[in-house]
Nanobody, 122 residues
Framework: QVQLVESGGGLVPAGGSLRLSCAAS????????MGWYRQAPGKQRELVATVTSGGSTIYADSVKGRFTISRDNAKNTVLLQLNSLKPEDTAVYYC????????????????WGQGTLVTVSS
């Protein structure tokens, strides 16, 4: 099992900034992709951004130019810098990792954090 510990959520006015952090527990699990999803009230969970071990990133169109994802492979951490926040960014943000265990390298597994709430006031 891989445990993910998120931090950094909170209440911020529109136009403000936050930085979310997620640390994955140390284990033999080989992490390929780390990322963030979010779920707003009454809506489905959606992709925010992902980053691979090689540094390739993907962003949702709604956050391009405002959010930046980065990771520290040595520390098994992923950060999400949220700038120019809008009320529609209000959601619970979930950290996720995708990878495999050495005893079953062909099997891809995904783990999720508990989520951290970001609230943007208008």
């Amino acid at each position: 099992q891989v445990q993910l510990v998120e931090s950094g959520g909170g209440l911020v006015p529109a136009g403000g900034s936050l930085r979310l952090s997620c640390a994955a527990s140390r284990s033999s699990f080989s992490i390929d992709t780390m990322g963030w999803y979010r779920q707003a009230p009454g809506k489905q969970r959606e992709l925010v951004a992902t980053v691979t071990s090689g540094g390739s990133t993907i962003y949702a169109d709604s956050v391009k130019g405002r959010f930046t994802i980065s990771r520290d492979n040595a520390k098994n951490t992923v950060l999400l810098q949220l700038n120019s926040l809008k009320p529609e960014d209000t959601a619970v943000y979930y950290c996720t990792v995708l990878g495999s265990w050495p005893f079953a390298p062909e099997v891809r597994s995904t783990y999720w954090g508990q989520g951290t709430l970001v609230t943007v006031s208008s």
